[in-house]
Structure formats: structure tokens, C-alpha cells
């Protein structure tokens, strides 16, 4: 199966601060999906990007598809946006394969 | 759109019980994923239906683990005979595979203790 690295495994931030997490995968993918995991345990989607570069607020996220990474950046950091960053690749339509995820904690 | 739920929350449970887990997946999605999330890793795939028909199990369900889907609308997943390695966070997503998109949409999950 498709392998999926995520860098860095942890993450303390100052609030305010920007900050970029990366996620490697082994394979060609159809599918990529980064998610923002809350202390309550609900996934909640971030963004669908299997190529190219998106945006939403504070948020945005770039996949290279060529050279297999992607990264998701976060800028001028909240407390809310702490928990726990997941990247998700699909190599069909199908199931997806997740990293081990990022723990961000952002203290005031 | 009302988002997947699942059903129940939470559940405890002694060693060599059966339990049962519902998920209802956003109305129109024909895909509906099961999966598992033990302390500390990432959501672990462990099956999907297309409409009523399962496409792909993982080689993580095990004999004592069944999903049904049976009118492609809600599911359930049935894990049998319960050992405490079964304790983990069960996670329910659904989606609808369009030319642009694949977006998986999870469930809140429920949280199964074995005693």
C-alpha cells in the first residue's frame, strides 16, 4: 500500500505564529485529503487536494503531485487551531491511507 | 445536509460480548468507509460499500468483524466475541466519487471499550 510520512510529529506554536506541516507519499494518488482532528475525536476536512494549491482563510495547502508531498500551511496560529493535523492519500476511488498526523498546540 | 452520525456515542463492554454500530452517512452519498483509530495513530481503513455491495475489506477484519450495508443506506458493523484489542474509536465516512472531487466526510466515531 501507499506509504504516508507526515513531518513534524509534534508542534508548539505561539499564537500568531505561521507554520507549515508537510506530508510525503509513496505512490501516485487520485485522492488527498488533510484534516484538523478535535480534542472531541471528529475529523473534520481541511481540504481535498490531490494537486495544486488551495486556500481557506487562515489556511492553505499545496500538493506537488509530481514529487509526491504536500504541505499545509497555517498562518497567524489561534488556540483553536490546535489538535491533531491528518494527511490522507487514496491511490483509486476508494479507501484512504493516513499518516500518523501532526500534534499542533498553539499556547496563548 | 446533516452531516454522517453515528450511533452510539460511546460503548462499554465486557470481553466475549457482541456489540453493533450504526452509521447513517450524508443522504445522498453512495460510499460508505468503516475504520479504526487506536490511541495516538491514524484512522486505519477497514472497509467500504458501494450502494449495498461491500467493494474491499482489509485484511484488519477479522472473522469476528461483519458490516452490512443491506438497502445502500445506513450500515452497521457487528464485531463478535469482543477482545480488549478491540478497544479503539470506530469511524464511519461516506462521500459520493464526482469527476472533480472524492471527498470522504466523517462521523463523530464511536468509542468502544473493552473490560
Known amino acids: 500500500g501507499i506509504q504516508v510520512e507526515q513531518s513534524p510529529p509534534d508542534l508548539i506554536l505561539q499564537e500568531g505564529a505561521n507554520s507549515t506541516l508537510r506530508c510525503n507519499f509513496s505512490?501516485?494518488?487520485?485522492?488527498l485529503q488533510w484534516f484538523h482532528q478535535n480534542p472531541w475525536g471528529q475529523l473534520i476536512n481541511l481540504f481535498y487536494?490531490?494537486?495544486g494549491t488551495k486556500q481557506n482563510g487562515r489556511l492553505s495547502a499545496t500538493t506537488v503531485a509530481t514529487e509526491r508531498y504536500s504541505l499545509l500551511y497555517i498562518s497567524s496560529s489561534q488556540t483553536t487551531d490546535s489538535g491533531v493535523y491528518f494527511c490522507?492519500?487514496?491511490?483509486?476511488?476508494?479507501?484512504?491511507?493516513f499518516g500518523a498526523g501532526t500534534q499542533v498546540v498553539v499556547t496563548p | 445536509d446533516t452531516g454522517v452520525s453515528q450511533d452510539p456515542r460511546h460503548k462499554i463492554t465486557k470481553r466475549g460480548q457482541n456489540v453493533t454500530f450504526r452509521c447513517d452517512p450524508i443522504?445522498?452519498?453512495?460510499?460508505l468507509y468503516w475504520y479504526r483509530q487506536t490511541l495516538g495513530q491514524g484512522p486505519e481503513f477497514l472497509t467500504y460499500?458501494?450502494?449495498?455491495?461491500?467493494?474491499?475489506k482489509s485484511r484488519l477484519l477479522s472473522d469476528r468483524f461483519s458490516a452490512e450495508r443491506p438497502k445502500g443506506s445506513f450500515s452497521t458493523l457487528e464485531i463478535q466475541r469482543t477482545e480488549q484489542g478491540d478497544s479503539a474509536m470506530y469511524l464511519c465516512?461516506?462521500?459520493?466519487?464526482?469527476?472533480?472531487?472524492?471527498?470522504?466526510?466523517f462521523g463523530p466515531g464511536t468509542r468502544l471499550t473493552v473490560l
Open positions: 465516512a461516506s462521500s459520493l466519487p464526482h469527476p472533480s472531487t472524492d471527498t470522504q466526510y
Open positions: 505512490d501516485s494518488v487520485n485522492n
Open positions: 487536494i490531490p494537486s
Open positions: 490522507a492519500v487514496g491511490g483509486g476511488w476508494g479507501k484512504l491511507q
Open positions: 443522504s445522498e452519498h453512495n460510499r
Open positions: 460499500f458501494q450502494n449495498e455491495a461491500q467493494l474491499e
